[in-house]
T-cell receptor
């Protein structure tokens, strides 16, 4: 079945360093969504990418969708302690989302 | 104030007992979902429903049951057949029309079975 892989599983950074998480699908995606889950909280929608090669920015966060629509990345510039949490990508399955396993980000002040 | 509510936040049960987790939404969403999350793990889909009186099994439906008698409500029953029920359970909903079908998640229920 359709699978979405996400790496790395876990990343430690010093505050101010950059961070990137990568998402790869076994099949071509019609769109991809990104979510953030703070420790002890629930996932919150960040963005959806639809077009091949699409790049979207939200302040220090940059989201990319690959040309072949099989991979995506989330890059955070100059991390802050408020960026702590787990970032999930999710590919569009039939009437459902296929979530990656998530990348847990720890930021040390 | 629109959103998804799940109750209770924490739930404790003895092994062998069935337990029902509540999920209610007032977002007028057609689709609702149940996920299970284990410590340090991703989200695994248990059941989902696109419309009232219809639902489909997700990846880990064994030992769980659901109903969708009302658009607003999608309760999940964890039965005694579920071998390892202790987990964090998340309910979500989404629209099925328009361009973006983002999922809105409830605050979750942490179930502990001993």
């Amino acid at each position: 079945g359709q699978q979405v892989m996400q790496i790395p599983q876990y990343q430690h950074v010093q505050e101010g360093e950059d961070f990137t998480t990568y998402c790869n699908s076994s099949t071509t995606l019609s769109n991809i969504q990104w979510y953030k889950q703070r420790p002890g909280g629930h996932p919150v929608f960040l963005i959806q990418l639809v077009k091949s090669g699409e790049v979207k920015k939200q302040k220090r966060l940059t989201f990319q969708f690959g040309e072949a629509k099989k991979n995506s990345s989330l890059h955070i510039t100059a991390t802050q302690t408020t960026d702590v949490g787990t970032y999930f990508c999710a590919g569009d399955g039939y009437n459902k989302l296929i979530f990656g396993a998530g990348t847990r980000l720890a930021v040390h002040p | 104030d629109g959103g998804i509510t799940q109750s209770p936040k924490y739930l404790f049960r003895k092994e062998g007992q069935n337990v029902t987790l509540s999920c209610e939404q007032n977002l007028n969403h057609d689709a609702m979902y149940w996920y299970r999350q284990d410590p340090g793990q991703g989200l695994r889909l248990i059941y989902y429903s696109q419309i009232v009186n219809d639902f489909q099994k997700g990846d880990i439906a064994e030992g769980y049951s659901v109903s969708r008698e009302k658009k607003e409500s999608f309760p999940l029953t964890v039965t005694s057949a579920q071998k390892n029920p202790t987990a964090f359970y998340l309910c979500a909903s989404s629209t099925t029309t328009g361009g973006i079908h983002e999922q809105y998640f409830g605050p979750g229920t942490r179930l502990t079975v001993t």
